[in-house]
């Protein structure tokens, strides 16, 4: 039904009433009545179609509507970003109930001005229905203000939904319904905690992105009831009658933080009297203790990822599993999958077994301590007998790189910062990560497992979640190219056939220009992102034609479900088509929830890490510093700071001329002496404000500071 109303509607070209449609499409009677009248609900509802004042149904391109993603300012002006990069802009008082990232369809009313201007009349759908903010009080009236700056409504809390609260509390509150065009109605859903509370700053954050702090009872009462400490000689003796294999006395270790607890992969390596080498990448087997269907198994599900913040870790499972017996601490047995791969000088796989394991990891060891081994030749105390295996998996894993390289892994080489919290959770400092040799050489071995695996469930056609990634747009690539050409550069490359070695290519060209790091993150910035999906499209990223992620299942739901992919498919002594058919139903939507999740982890961290780098800043207003311009806009530009905190240069605080902004060139122009800043550009300035509440760092050039 739905496809003959859209067929009909576009060859009629017109808008079209319930009676015309009902000839059209011949129908008679009550029953076919609802039908079309539901129908035109659901494409209505999906914004296919568009209803008329007039009570007439045309095609949605064919109005003078558009949908898009709400964005306001910080002074209630809306513009709603259209697919087409095209923005209509709309006054507070025609917002009409939407707020700040909702999906809205915007009526068009004035379409001579730049940009557009419109006016709401429908959400599609809300960002979210539930908000962070701070209570306060008005004479007998309870009133939330949202954390975010961009919604600009009144919340009024209903006498009904009081809870107890005092000023200064924040809180997650549900929107109930509108008053007038800016004023909500609301219900408190929890108390998060007071604003002068130690660590409710990174609370606040997460329950806005709805990253759970705590555990339900039922999940750890299950805990509690089900999960041991150890590992009992019965359960030892019936792995080993199995499928398991018994390798405690091979010498496995794990590389890590100094502080990691939750420890996902071991390794080992052999040399084979053929030459080649044996890699062992040895996985808590978390599917053994986390039972499918289970209370801990839905929780595990919901949150999708353990969520690492600057001053704490909120894991996916509770820490008697993610620290305890699913951790491969040291010292102690523990039930592992492993895949043993025997790969040659050339970096290929040549040989592989995947199977049930116990092992017993000789040393937690650090990146920082395997660092000095790798590349001072410097070995710490307790090092001595494993410094001979580490050279060797430095040997192995420079091979499997360069085989990498080879393939078109493209390294985009961003650096991040690291926050250092004091006791309390404030910041103290900001630091780059380090990314040494120690660090490489586990996500080589980790890339190649993981490579292994899903090569061999897809061969084997049995279902799988698959970690993919495809090729850039290229209109994204179109601009990438036009940003390179406006700095003054050129570079050789086929855009008619993209392919990670043509992205690396032009990468490689760039790499001794004073702007390669901004480059480098337009070009990542150019990338699709990476999810997880049952269909294999490879990852372009990696240049790997089948990936998943097997590595790190204490930390990440996608990882055990490809444990039990491998547990149903490969371990289990009655597989049938019956129980694999029932799997691979299940996995579309575990793709899909876990992909969910990792981008409201990812938004969560990002999030954290702002506020608390403004948090920071906060300690050093009146200092000067050198930084690079990072972007460029109408209202000023951008300034990172080698440590990788970021500000804004405002284009009012520019004292010594009067500046325009030049799209063309991505560059702020001067009316008198036509000097500009531009993406590049290095300066000197100083720190103006920082707001921890607005997550904002504001910057001022240490030139006008001096002319003042």
């Known amino acids: 039904m739905e496809e003959h109303i859209i067929e009909n509607l576009k060859r009629e070209k017109r808008a079209l009433s319930v009676h015309e449609l009902e000839t059209l499409l011949n129908l008679s009677g009550v029953e076919d009545l609802k039908e079309l009248l539901k129908a035109l609900n659901n494409l209505e509802?999906?914004?296919?179609?568009?209803?008329?004042?007039?009570?007439?149904?045309?095609?949605?391109?064919?109005?003078?509507?558009?949908?898009?993603?709400?964005?306001?300012?910080?002074?209630?002006?809306?513009?709603?970003?259209?697919?087409?990069?095209?923005?209509?802009?709309?006054?507070?008082?025609?917002?009409?109930?939407?707020?700040?990232k909702d999906r809205v369809v915007v009526n068009i009313t004035d379409n001579k001005t730049e940009p557009m201007e419109g006016e709401i009349v429908k959400i599609v759908e809300r960002a979210n229905d539930q908000?962070?903010?701070?209570?306060?009080?008005?004479?007998?009236?309870?009133?939330?203000k949202p954390d975010d700056h961009k919604l600009n409504i009144k919340i009024v809390i209903e006498k009904n939904y009081h809870n107890n609260l005092v000023e200064g509390h924040k809180v997650l509150v549900k929107l109930l319904g509108l008053n007038n065009h800016n004023e909500y109605r609301g219900q408190i859903m929890?108390?998060?905690?007071?604003?002068?509370?130690?660590?409710?700053?990174?609370?606040?954050?997460?329950?806005?992105?709805?990253?759970?702090?705590?555990?339900?009872?039922?999940?750890?009462?299950?805990?509690?009831?089900?999960?041991?400490?150890?590992?009992?000689?019965?359960?030892?003796?019936?792995?080993?009658?199995?499928?398991?294999?018994?390798?405690?006395?091979?010498?496995?270790?794990?590389?890590?933080?100094?502080?990691?607890?939750?420890?996902?992969?071991?390794?080992?390596?052999?040399?084979?009297?053929?030459?080649?080498?044996?890699?062992?990448?040895?996985?808590a087997?978390?599917?053994?203790?986390?039972?499918?269907?289970?209370a801990l198994d839905k929780e595990a599900l919901s949150r999708g990822t353990s969520v690492y913040l600057a001053d704490r870790?909120?894991?996916?499972?509770?820490?008697?599993?993610?620290?305890?017996?699913?951790?491969?601490?040291?010292?102690?047995?523990?039930?592992?999958?492993?895949?043993?791969?025997?790969?040659?000088?050339?970096?290929?796989?040549?040989?592989?077994?995947?199977?049930?394991?116990?092992?017993?990891?000789?040393?937690?060891?650090?990146?920082?301590?395997?660092n000095s081994i790798l590349e001072q030749d410097i070995v710490p105390e307790g090092y001595e007998p494993f410094a001979d295996k580490l050279r060797l998996m430095k040997e192995l894993a420079d091979i499997l790189r360069q085989n990498k390289i080879n393939k078109?892994?493209?390294?985009?080489?961003?650096?991040?910062?690291?926050?250092?919290?004091?006791?309390?959770?404030?910041?103290?400092?900001?630091?780059?990560?380090?990314?040494?040799?120690?660090?490489?050489?586990?996500?080589?071995?980790?890339?190649?497992?993981?490579?292994?695996?899903?090569?061999?469930?897809?061969?084997?056609?049995?279902?799988?979640?698959?970690?993919?990634?495809?090729?850039?747009?290229?209109?994204?690539?179109?601009?990438?190219?036009?940003?390179?050409?406006?700095?003054?550069?050129?570079?050789t490359a086929n855009m008619n056939r993209l392919t990670p070695k043509t992205i690396q290519s032009i990468l490689e060209q760039l790499k001794d220009k004073k702007e390669y790091y901004i480059l480098s993150s337009q070009m990542l910035r150019s990338m699709q992102k990476a999810v997880y999906d049952v269909t294999n499209i490879g990852h372009f990223g990696l240049a790997s034609k089948i990936y998943c992620h097997f590595t790190s299942p204490i930390r990440r739901y996608?990882?055990?479900?490809?444990?039990?992919?491998?547990?149903?498919?490969?371990?289990?002594?009655?597989?049938?088509?019956?129980?694999?058919?029932?799997?691979?139903?299940?996995?579309?939507?575990?793709?899909?929830?876990?992909?969910?999740?990792?981008?409201?982890?990812?938004?969560?961290?990002?999030?954290?890490?702002?506020?608390?780098?403004?948090?920071?800043?906060?300690?050093?207003?009146?200092?000067?510093?050198?930084?690079?311009?990072?972007?460029?806009?109408?209202?000023?530009?951008?300034?990172?700071?080698?440590?990788?905190?970021?500000?804004?240069?405002?284009?009012?605080?520019?004292?010594n001329d009067f500046y325009t902004y030049d799209e063309s060139t991505f560059s702020l122009i001067g009316e008198k002496n036509k000097r500009g800043y531009r993406l590049g550009d290095e300066v000197d300035v100083v720190v103006k404000e920082a707001s921890k509440e607005n997550h904002t760092v504001d910057f001022v050039l240490k030139t006008d500071m001096e002319e003042e």
């Open 131 to 144: 908000l962070v903010g701070t209570i306060y009080f008005v004479k007998d009236h309870i009133y939330v």
């Open 408 to 491: 078109g892994y493209i390294d985009f080489e961003i650096d991040e910062a690291k926050i250092i919290v004091d006791e309390d959770g404030e910041a103290t400092d900001v630091v780059l990560r380090e990314r040494g040799a120690g660090e490489k050489l586990i996500e080589d071995f980790m890339i190649v497992a993981n490579e292994t695996v899903a090569s061999h469930f897809y061969h084997m056609d049995y279902p799988l979640v698959y970690r993919v990634h495809g090729e850039p747009s290229e209109e994204k690539m179109t601009n990438f190219m036009h940003l390179v050409s406006v700095l003054g550069y050129q570079v």
């Open 285 to 294: 087997d978390v599917s053994y203790y986390v039972k499918e269907n289970s």
């Open 45 to 100: 509802e999906q914004v296919k179609i568009y209803h008329t004042k007039k009570d007439k149904y045309m095609l949605f391109e064919d109005s003078n509507s558009r949908v898009g993603i709400l964005q306001v300012t910080m002074k209630g002006t809306g513009y709603v970003q259209l697919d087409n990069d095209e923005e209509i802009k709309v006054y507070p008082e025609n917002l009409n109930g939407a707020i700040n």
């Open 313 to 370: 870790v909120t894991p996916m499972l509770p820490h008697e599993l993610s620290n305890g017996i699913c951790s491969l601490n040291p010292n102690v047995d523990r039930f592992a999958l492993s895949c043993v791969m025997e790969i040659d000088h050339t970096g290929q796989v040549v040989n592989y077994d995947i199977f049930d394991s116990i092992i017993r990891s000789r040393i937690q060891m650090t990146y920082k301590k395997v």
């Open 190 to 283: 929890r108390i998060i905690g007071h604003i002068n509370d130690p660590g409710v700053d990174v609370l606040c954050i997460m329950a806005k992105h709805n990253i759970n702090d705590a555990f339900p009872n039922e999940v750890m009462d299950e805990v509690s009831k089900t999960i041991p400490d150890h590992i009992t000689d019965e359960e030892i003796d019936d792995r080993l009658k199995h499928t398991g294999k018994d390798l405690r006395e091979e010498v496995i270790f794990t590389i890590d933080g100094d502080d990691t607890k939750d420890i996902d992969d071991a390794i080992s390596i052999k040399m084979l009297d053929n030459g080649n080498y044996e890699l062992g990448v040895h996985i």
């Open 558 to 655: 996608p990882d055990l479900s490809v444990h039990r992919s491998i547990r149903k498919c490969l371990l289990a002594p009655d597989v049938t088509v019956q129980s694999i058919k029932a799997w691979e139903d299940k996995l579309p939507m575990i793709a899909e929830q876990s992909s969910i999740k990792e981008r409201d982890a990812v938004d969560c961290e990002r999030e954290v890490d702002e506020m608390k780098m403004a948090e920071y800043m906060m300690k050093h207003i009146g200092e000067e510093y050198h930084g690079i311009i990072t972007g460029v806009m109408s209202f000023g530009f951008f300034v990172q700071l080698p440590n990788m905190v970021e500000g804004l240069v405002h284009v009012e605080e520019l004292k």
